[in-house]
């Protein structure tokens, strides 16, 4: 589909629990089946584009997949070279945790993607992942996809990387799994940590101490994971913006994980003046609940700490901060810039097409709140781009267009929203 009109809504009360499951935590689910022994079971696994693709590329390593529509089951004795060449899709963490997990597997492998997904750069993980023996070739010295991986023994390693980000930890962690003897990993803040509590769960000898984390190599395969994926908090964040830019509505958002690294962007809402509770109903590989949202009126916020816990909703937040009483700012957000899309050109050139006055930093921007008015806005491809758009169009209308990469991470994105405003389809 080309483009979407949005109309401007009306005041809801509604209790969500289809949201879209974790995407972050499906995409481990399935690569970390491949080191254990058993079979795993995943239960509410993403069926997006980018999900999938993961879970193909599984298949294509030689694990076997049974999918009865409720339950996927993955088996595997070991990753074997593959015929095909392994499609990512649009999915950078599909990529970045990929390069970790084969770089010591036996055999030759070729990771691309779409696009989008071939301008994003890997160095990120190459260069390190090369300074232990990893042995990559690539478009501008491996920066770029494809990516050609040899499988090869890897060196202990001491890691102190510079940017918080929880694809380059999880890509470590991964290569430190079967590197010969022990590792840590460094890092500036703490960055999102399902691959350390997954593991974990999973009988990974991994100890974290505060900001450094510890990996001793596997002695054997790990215990198989039986795990139910909770609900996508960045998913359930346009709904939460959607309540807190439509005056009198409330929302219940159900099933979420509540891990402290992923509902900061909640936190930052309930900075912001919106009313949000939480609560929560069950505890294994994570805290899961409820998250109860009402309407009230927004100020502005700052934001420059715990950037990478909300990196992913900070297109969206933008829109709450378009709608709030004074001037937000973010900053030290240069990680926006080498996502799906350069978002912190997008959100701005978006707002300022909305007639929102904005000011644009290498490392962020500031959003003056105003009146949205009616606009159309161009999504880059970049699908958080354009349901943070979309949701914008709640408060004044809108069209968004280049839609199809809303299916990487929430394809019943749409069915939702008809829930709360009409919308049409072109």
């Known amino acids: 589909m080309s483009s979407v009109e949005v109309s401007k809504a009306t005041p809801f009360s509604l209790s969500i629990s289809e949201i879209a499951p974790d995407k972050s935590i499906s995409h481990r689910s399935a690569m970390f089946s491949m080191l254990a022994n058993g079979t795993s079971e ?130 470590m962690i991964l290569a430190a799994l079967r590197a010969n003897g022990t590792c840590t990993y460094s890092e500036p803040e703490l960055s999102r940590d399902h691959t350390e509590r997954m593991l974990k769960g999973m009988g990974a000898d991994i100890k974290v101490d505060g900001l450094k984390t510890t990996i001793n190599p596997m002695k054997e395969l790990l215990s198989p994971l039986k795990i139910r994926v909770p609900a996508d908090p960045s998913s359930a964040f346009f709904f939460a913006v959607a309540c807190a830019i439509t005056p009198d509505s409330s929302i219940i958002l159900e099933g979420v994980t509540l891990n402290p690294t992923r509902i900061e962007a909640f936190k930052a809402l309930q900075r912001m003046g919106a009313d949000i509770k939480y609560e929560t109903t069950d505890s294994k590989y994570e805290p899961i609940g409820n998250i109860h949202v009402k309407y009230a009126p927004l100020k502005a916020i700052t934001i420059k700490d715990n950037i990478s816990w909300l990196i992913d909703e900070l297109p969206a937040l933008s829109i709450a901060m378009a709608c709030a009483e004074g001037t937000s700012v973010v900053k030290n957000a240069e990680e926006l810039r080498v996502k799906e899309s350069d978002r912190i050109s997008t959100v701005v050139d978006g707002l300022n097409a909305c007639g929102i006055t904005t000011t644009e930093y290498e490392d962020g921007y500031t959003v003056t709140g105003g009146e949205l008015k009616k606009a159309t806005v161009d999504s880059h491809g970049d699908h958080r781009i354009a349901m943070s758009f979309i949701i914008a169009g709640l408060r004044c209308g809108m069209n968004v267009t280049d839609l199809d990469c809303i299916n990487t991470s929430f394809p019943n994105f749409f069915e939702l929203i008809k829930r709360i405003t009409n919308i049409e389809l072109i």
């Not at 997006?48 to 193909?56: C, H, K, P």
């Not at 997990?101 to 696009?115: E, I, M, Q």
């Open 42 to 171: 995943i239960t509410n696994f993403l069926r997006a584009e980018d999900t999938m693709n993961s879970l193909e590329i599984v298949k294509n390593l030689g694990a076997k997949v049974e999918d009865d529509g409720v339950t996927i089951k993955i088996s595997s004795d070991g990753i074997k070279e593959p015929f095909e060449i392994l499609d990512c899709g649009n999915s950078g963490t599909g990529m970045r945790l990929f390069c970790g997990l084969l770089s010591s597997a036996n055999g030759h492998f070729v990771l691309t993607g779409d696009k989008y997904l071939r301008k994003r750069p890997m160095k990120r993980v190459t260069t390190p992942l090369r300074e232990i023996g990893a042995i990559f070739d690539g478009r501008e010295d491996a920066n770029l996809a494809p990516l050609s991986i040899r499988g090869s023994s890897l060196k202990a390693f001491n890691y102190d990387s510079k940017i918080a980000s929880a694809q380059v930890k999880s890509c």
